[in-house]
Nanobody
Framework: VELAESGGGSVQAGGSLRLSCVAS????????MGWFRQTPGKEREFVAG????????GYADSVKGRFTISRDNGKNTGYLEMNSLKPEDTAVYYC??????????????????WGKGTLVTVSS
């Protein structure tokens, strides 16, 4: 599976962005998907996850109530809607998929395929 993120950019604090993750191949619907982010000097961290059927979603505490993860299996695409952005949300955002079962939190080591990332910059 190849993943390609898009939708990153620069926005002022309080603004919104919508990230997309397009997957190649016909098996996207069989994978759970997660969004992660990383800033220089810090470890990559989990942001949000969604299982293949959209039954379960999970979020990091730092983004709960502001970010929404979703997916459209017919379009082989996942999304991360980001609202009320803060400067501390500045990072490279990555999408990743896994066939393992996770409910609300996705470990980095458990993901099978990764995209190359898209940069989100939030200015104060």
């Amino acid at each position: 599976v190849e993943l390609a993120e898009s939708g990153g950019g620069s926005v002022q604090a309080g603004g919104s962005l919508r990230l997309s993750c397009v997957a190649s191949g016909r098996t996207f619907s069989t994978y759970a998907m997660g969004w992660f982010r990383q800033t220089p000097g810090k470890e990559r961290e989990f942001v949000a996850g969604i299982n293949w059927s959209t039954t379960y979603t999970g979020y990091a505490d730092s983004v709960k109530g502001r970010f929404t993860i979703s997916r459209d299996n017919g379009k082989n695409t996942g999304y991360l809607e980001m609202n009320s952005l803060k400067p501390e949300d500045t990072a490279v955002y990555y999408c990743a998929v896994t066939r393992r079962y996770y409910r609300t939190s996705y470990p980095i080591a458990g993901m099978d395929y990764w995209g190359k990332g898209t940069l989100v910059t939030v200015s104060s």
